[in-house]
């Protein structure tokens, strides 16, 4: 195993972290723009308000991408167990 091979495994982990941090956080940072705009609008100053609809919204764009999560998981620890072999000679 050289130092590219380890860099290379640590470059697709990190993507992989990305891609699949990626929709629950865009869904985070969307409920809680809306909910900052609203209570600006509104002039609602309550810190807890944007807990429940974060809350909600996370946990269904798990249930909804979650199943394609667990795919991506599963095909790139199969790539490591793959790779495995050739790595230790």
Do not use: C, N, R, Y
Not at 59 to 87: C, D, N, R, S, Y
Request: aromatic share 6%; proline share 3%; glycine share 8%.
């Amino acid at each position: 195993m050289t130092d590219s091979d380890v860099v290379h495994i640590g470059l697709q982990a990190m993507i992989l972290a990305a891609k699949l941090s990626m929709p629950v956080l865009l869904v985070a940072l969307g409920i809680g723009f809306g909910v900052s705009l609203l209570q600006a609008v509104t002039q609602v100053q309550e810190v807890t308000l944007s807990f429940v609809p974060k809350l909600i919204g996370v946990a269904t764009v798990i249930l909804v991408a979650g199943h394609w999560m667990l795919q991506e998981t599963v095909a790139f620890t199969k790539g490591m167990f793959a790779l495995l072999p050739q790595l230790l000679s």
